[in-house]
């Protein structure tokens, strides 16, 4: 099958010749993103805003649309560069040659997440609309990251709408020996090298507050405060720890500090003032009980915990009537006993602290190779919901670190344990909440670096994406993330790297950074998104077709009661997920087609893709609706992925996340062709 967009050169881009890539989803939905854009009351200030009050709102629309069509004469050209060879952005649009360039590494480290893809391939459309409106002008700061803000309905503050009308995305680069001035997409807030960033939290005016530990151009270690568009506007003068993390107090602008030597500080977030408060290391704290999460049992005085020699990381908290709980995680200077200690804080009275849960006993060699050292990360919402990341006891005796949650009132003798995240292992040091509850974790998979969406409750993943890669970035050797920070607007987030590494080859230090990542949103925020899942409430059932094995069919009620009674050349393997089976606004229809070349193998194919397989696959032949699902980029449901059996090729099975990993792992003749639909399952 072929549904590449037309006029488009995918230059670069041999490796995903398959049209289920998951750049072309993206395509397809940014489009779909443009046809909703068009339809909306608003959709003339909009552009306005983005582009500049002299436009014409009428031939933007006319515009917009023939590049929601994907007409020939308005899409530009696609082409798939080394991230280098774009200055490390993320994407670009030169209007010379009318070019949008993608970083080939941005589309691999994100190659099951459109949620990534798409605002980039809307920023860049947006960069063309600019073009055409303006024919070698360009509307001053980032219209392209502005339009695609606007297309996706995010709500920005009045200092993140400044921040994109002052930037400057212009760049000049040489591709194929030619000089090409482009706009960019990229995610780098700040670079430098030395700088060591550690904590980070941004106030109720979108300013950013950087721990920096060694910065020549303002000294150290100090708390730095910039603008959303990266300018310093502020530093604390009162002498700090090493290495702080920092949590901001709920309802207030006052943050508390940690530092890597258990010295705990107040910050003042608008003045920068730091007033001292205790060492938590003096404290009386209790290990009288404690859950160890390797035998999980409820231990005696665990002589590998010893809090008041540790080295402390990071700080959560959680604000009560009249008291401040703090969850605090440290490590043991082997860096093999990380632990979670609970400081309450009471108006006159002396602060209480107990280590309620360790992972004594971690593999020396956890995934990346190193010891899990510093301490894990750690947060709490309002809910009283905590995640933290220890190591568990795994199958074969090894321990590795996963992502553990447990309630803010956890008793280590409770009898209640604290769950683990169905996730892959990692490491993290950072982590936090929004004011919604939503976690956010800094992950460090090797030399993967992601940032983790977990709901309120944070019984799953619901959302990730690869900022880089430590090969990625020039001059980096050893690349440790530290913190993770969230706008009040839930819009952008913030993540602090710092280089640990020296290059005795060149005598040079890798650069640190702090990157920035968009939060997504619901592509439609206003359904409320339990009545959408509500909506996905009739189960279907999966069967193999034993005479074609690796084969597979997806049926709901009916029809399961009928192949169960005259088909048994189908193995029924159970319920596969809950769908809609009645049409709706914001539901997808997904169409069955039966593969004659193959009889009882089955292909289910979203709007775009039944279109496409009517017009030019005649050996499929339509059986009419299946069911109604959410797109895969909606971020609500259970993210449903398709495979292509290559031994059976034109057959395809649908895997939910578990099952996805374990085919990737054990089954390689099935191949992944990208996300296909969210789901109730």
């Given at each position: 099958?072929?549904?590449?967009?037309?006029?488009?050169?995918?230059?670069?881009?041999?490796?995903?010749?398959?049209?289920y890539?998951?750049?072309?989803?993206?395509?397809?939905?940014?489009?779909?993103?443009?046809?909703?854009?068009?339809s909306?009351?608003?959709?003339?200030?909009?552009?306005?805003?983005?582009?500049?009050?002299?436009?014409?709102?009428?031939?933007?629309?006319?515009?917009?649309?023939?590049?929601?069509?994907?007409?020939?004469?308005?899409?530009?050209?696609?082409?798939?560069?080394?991230?280098?060879?774009?200055?490390?952005?993320?994407?670009?649009?030169?209007?010379s040659?009318?070019?949008?360039?993608?970083?080939?590494?941005f589309?691999?480290?994100?190659?099951?997440?459109?949620?990534?893809?798409?605002?980039?391939?809307?920023?860049?459309?947006?960069?063309?609309?600019?073009?055409?409106?303006?024919?070698?002008?360009?509307?001053?700061?980032?219209?392209?990251?502005?339009?695609?803000?606007?297309?996706?309905?995010?709500?920005?503050?009045?200092?993140?709408?400044?921040?994109?009308?002052?930037?400057?995305?212009?760049?000049?680069?040489?591709?194929?020996?030619?000089?090409?001035?482009?706009?960019?997409?990229?995610?780098?807030?700040?670079?430098?090298?030395l700088?060591?960033?550690?904590?980070?939290?941004?106030?109720?005016?979108?300013?950013?507050?950087i721990?920096?530990?060694?910065?020549?151009?303002?000294?150290?270690?100090?708390?730095?405060?910039?603008?959303s568009?990266?300018?310093?506007?502020?530093?604390?003068?009162n002498?700090?720890?090493l290495?702080?993390?920092?949590a901001?107090?709920?309802?207030?602008?006052?943050?508390?500090?940690?530092?890597?030597?258990?010295?705990?500080?107040?910050?003042?977030?608008?003045?920068?003032?730091?007033?001292?408060?205790?060492?938590?290391k003096?404290l009386?704290?209790?290990t009288?009980?404690?859950?160890?999460?390797?035998t999980?049992?409820?231990?005696?005085?665990?002589?590998?915990?010893?809090?008041q020699?540790?080295?402390?990381?990071?700080?959560?908290?959680?604000?009560?009537?009249?008291?401040l709980?703090?969850?605090?995680?440290?490590?043991?200077?082997?860096?093999?006993?990380?632990?979670?200690?609970?400081?309450?804080?009471?108006?006159?009275?002396?602060?209480?602290?107990?280590?309620?849960?360790?992972?004594?006993?971690?593999?020396?060699?956890?995934?990346?190779?190193?010891?899990?050292?510093?301490?894990?990360?750690?947060?709490?919402?309002?809910?009283?919901?905590?995640?933290?990341?220890?190591?568990?006891?795994?199958?074969?005796?090894?321990?590795?670190?996963?992502?553990?949650?447990?309630?803010?009132?956890?008793?280590?003798?409770?009898?209640?344990?604290?769950?683990?995240?169905?996730?892959?292992?990692?490491?993290?040091?950072?982590?936090?909440?929004?004011?919604?509850?939503?976690?956010?974790?800094?992950?460090?998979?090797?030399i993967?670096?992601?940032?983790?969406?977990?709901?309120?409750?944070a019984?799953?993943?619901?959302?990730?994406?690869?900022?880089?890669?430590e090969?990625?970035?020039?001059?980096?050797?050893?690349?440790?993330?530290?913190?993770?920070?969230?706008?009040?607007?839930?819009?952008?987030?913030?993540?602090?790297?710092?280089?640990?590494g020296?290059?005795?080859?060149?005598?040079?230090?890798?650069?640190?950074?702090?990157?920035?990542?968009?939060?997504?949103?619901?592509?439609?925020?206003?359904?409320?998104?339990?009545?959408?899942?509500?909506?996905?409430?009739?189960?279907?059932?999966r069967?193999?077709?034993?005479?074609?094995?690796?084969?597979y069919?997806?049926?709901g009620?009916?029809?399961?009661?009928?192949?169960?009674?005259?088909?048994?050349?189908?193995?029924?393997?159970g319920?596969?997920?809950?769908?809609?089976?009645e049409?709706?606004?914001?539901?997808?229809?997904?169409?069955?087609?039966?593969?004659?070349?193959?009889?009882g193998?089955?292909?289910?194919?979203?709007?775009?893709?039944?279109?496409?397989?009517?017009?030019?696959?005649?050996?499929?032949?339509?059986?009419?609706?299946?069911?109604y699902?959410?797109?895969?980029?909606?971020?609500?449901?259970?993210?449903?992925?398709?495979?292509?059996?290559?031994?059976?090729?034109?057959?395809?099975?649908?895997?939910?996340?578990?099952?996805?990993?374990?085919?990737?792992?054990?089954?390689?003749?099935?191949?992944?062709?990208?996300?296909?639909?969210?789901?109730?399952?």
């Amino acid at each position: 099958m072929n549904m590449l967009l037309q006029n488009t050169n995918f230059a670069g881009l041999e490796q995903y010749s398959d049209p289920y890539i998951p750049l072309e989803q993206s395509l397809t939905t940014a489009a779909s993103w443009l046809k909703g854009f068009l339809s909306r009351d608003d959709f003339i200030p909009k552009i306005q805003l983005a582009f500049g009050d002299t436009v014409d709102g009428n031939e933007a629309k006319l515009l917009i649309g023939q590049l929601a069509r994907r007409e020939p004469d308005v899409l530009p050209k696609i082409e798939i560069r080394s991230s280098a060879e774009i200055s490390g952005a993320r994407g670009a649009f030169s209007g010379s040659n009318y070019t949008i360039y993608l970083s080939r590494e941005f589309l691999e480290q994100n190659s099951n997440n459109q949620g990534a893809i798409i605002p980039v391939i809307l920023e860049e459309l947006g960069h063309s609309v600019d073009w055409k409106l303006h024919p070698g002008l360009d509307t001053p700061g980032d219209e392209g990251e502005l339009f695609s803000a606007l297309v996706r309905g995010v709500a920005l503050s009045e200092s993140e709408l400044q921040r994109l009308k002052t930037e400057d995305d212009r760049g000049v680069v040489t591709i194929d020996g030619q000089v090409v001035e482009l706009e960019q997409a990229t995610n780098v807030f700040l670079q430098y090298p030395l700088l060591e960033p550690s904590g980070v939290v941004v106030d109720n005016q979108d300013n950013i507050l950087i721990d920096i530990n060694n910065f020549v151009q303002l000294g150290g270690p100090l708390i730095a405060k910039f603008s959303s568009g990266g300018k310093q506007i502020g530093t604390t003068t009162n002498s700090i720890s090493l290495g702080v993390k920092l949590a901001s107090i709920p309802d207030s602008n006052i943050a508390l500090g940690l530092g890597r030597d258990g010295q705990l500080f107040s910050l003042d977030l608008n003045t920068l003032a730091v007033d001292s408060l205790f060492n938590v290391k003096t404290l009386n704290i209790d290990t009288s009980s404690v859950y160890d999460l390797v035998t999980t049992l409820p231990l005696k005085n665990p002589g590998e915990i010893q809090p008041q020699n540790a080295l402390y990381n990071d700080i959560a908290i959680q604000r009560g009537s009249n008291f401040l709980d703090l969850f605090i995680t440290g490590d043991s200077l082997s860096g093999l006993a990380p632990f979670v200690m609970k400081v309450r804080i009471e108006p006159n009275k002396s602060p209480q602290a107990k280590v309620i849960m360790s992972g004594i006993g971690i593999n020396l060699y956890p995934p990346s190779g190193r010891a899990n050292f510093p301490a894990p990360g750690i947060a709490v919402n309002f809910q009283g919901t905590v995640l933290t990341a220890l190591p568990t006891r795994e199958s074969g005796g090894n321990a590795l670190t996963r992502l553990i949650t447990f309630p803010s009132d956890f008793n280590p003798s409770g009898g209640i344990k604290p769950g683990v995240v169905p996730y892959s292992p990692l490491e993290s040091f950072g982590m936090t909440s929004d004011s919604a509850g939503n976690f956010y974790v800094d992950a460090d998979i090797g030399i993967v670096k992601k940032v983790l969406i977990l709901p309120a409750n944070a019984g799953k993943v619901v959302y990730e994406e690869t900022l880089l890669t430590e090969n990625s970035v020039s001059g980096n050797l050893t690349l440790y993330p530290g913190d993770v920070a969230i706008d009040p607007s839930w819009t952008k987030g913030y993540v602090t790297y710092n280089n640990a590494g020296f290059d005795p080859i060149t005598g040079s230090y890798g650069t640190d950074y702090v990157y920035t990542f968009d939060v997504p949103l619901n592509p439609n925020p206003n359904p409320n998104s339990s009545d959408l899942l509500n909506l996905l409430n009739t189960p279907f059932n999966r069967f193999q077709n034993i005479g074609v094995p690796g084969t597979y069919l997806f049926a709901g009620p009916s029809e399961t009661a009928n192949i169960r009674q005259n088909f048994p050349g189908f193995n029924e393997e159970g319920l596969a997920f809950q769908v809609g089976v009645e049409p709706n606004d914001d539901l997808l229809q997904f169409t069955r087609f039966q593969n004659t070349q193959r009889p009882g193998t089955y292909l289910f194919a979203g709007p775009e893709e039944a279109a496409n397989i009517r017009q030019n696959f005649p050996g499929f032949k339509e059986e009419g609706v299946a069911f109604y699902a959410l797109d895969s980029s909606r971020n609500l449901g259970t993210q449903m992925y398709r495979f292509q059996n290559s031994s059976v090729p034109g057959t395809y099975l649908f895997a939910g996340p578990t099952e996805k990993d374990n085919i990737l792992a054990n089954f390689p003749n099935f191949r992944l062709e990208g996300e296909a639909f969210e789901v109730v399952g």
